[in-house]
T-cell receptor, first 116, second 114 residues
Framework: AQKITQTQPGMFVQEKEAVTLDCTYD???????LFWYKQPSSGEMIFLIY??????QNATEGRYSLNFQKARKSANLVISASQLGDSAMYFC?????????????FGAGTRLFVKA | DSGVTQTPKHLITATGQRVTLRCSPR?????VYWYQQSLDQGLQFLIQ???????AKGNILERFSAQQFPDLHSELNLSSLELGDSALYFC?????????????FGPGTRLLVL
């Protein structure tokens, strides 16, 4: 069965430093997509970055990069030069084909605290 | 602002009641998704519609139903409400619902069942 695991309930990082949020996944499907979302205290879900299972290179979007290690089934999010506004909940998600449609499953999330 | 709108923002109701949550997708998006976020279950995919047709089903209870109308807006109906249905309900939309597509989330409807 498909599963997403985020083992870090909470993380602290100093402003301007880089931080890595861990995500491992489990699937037997050869084709899947991996996503990271940010949820600030206001509650909205903000898309950050996407990595396809067949993508050879790690995805990058501005200060966000995804460290994709397919053999280890990990898709860690790296945030460089952390800012106070990065304090939020971060969710890793996987989309996979299921009975003619695509389903998305989410991890439990990691709460990131950026210290000034 | 993602372009996805949801109404109402907040809803307080009693056990046993029925409520309807409404979602308007981004202009041009044909696919709509519903998610439930609760403290004990986390974020769960409920159901997806594409151009009026159900496309994928997740952990949606039989007491819940959804539909997508010809103008592409969608409604999630929750009936015989229980305390455990209290949650934040998100609607999201994407162009056609493909594997790699970004889903844009609405602000959510916060439901409290008393």
């Amino acid at each position: 069965a498909q599963k997403i695991t985020q083992t870090q309930p909470g993380m602290f990082v100093q402003e301007k430093e880089a931080v890595t949020l861990d995500c491992t996944y489990d699937t037997s499907d050869p084709s899947y997509g991996l996503f990271w979302y940010k949820q600030p205290s206001s509650g909205e879900m903000i898309f950050l970055i996407y990595q396809g299972s067949y993508d050879q290179q790690n995805a990058t979007e501005g200060r966000y990069s995804l460290n994709f290690q397919k053999a280890r089934k990990s898709a860690n999010l790296v945030i460089s030069a952390s800012q106070l506004g990065d304090s939020a909940m971060y969710f890793c998600a996987m989309r996979h084909l299921s009975f003619g449609g695509f389903k998305t499953i989410f991890g439990a999330g990691t709460r990131l605290f950026v210290k000034a | 602002d993602s372009g996805v709108t949801q109404t109402p923002k907040h809803l307080i109701t009693a056990t046993g009641q029925r409520v309807t949550l409404r979602c308007s997708p981004r202009s041009g998006d044909l696919s709509v998704y519903w998610y439930q976020q609760s403290l004990d279950q986390g974020l769960q995919f409920l159901i997806q519609y594409y151009n009026g047709e159900e496309r994928a089903k997740g952990n949606i209870l039989e007491r819940f139903s959804a539909q997508q109308f010809p103008d592409l807006h969608s409604e999630l109906n929750l009936s015989s409400l229980e305390l455990g249905d209290s949650a934040l309900y998100f609607c999201a939309s994407s162009v056609v619902g493909g594997l790699e597509e970004t889903q844009y989330f609405g602000p959510g409807t916060r439901l409290l069942v008393l």
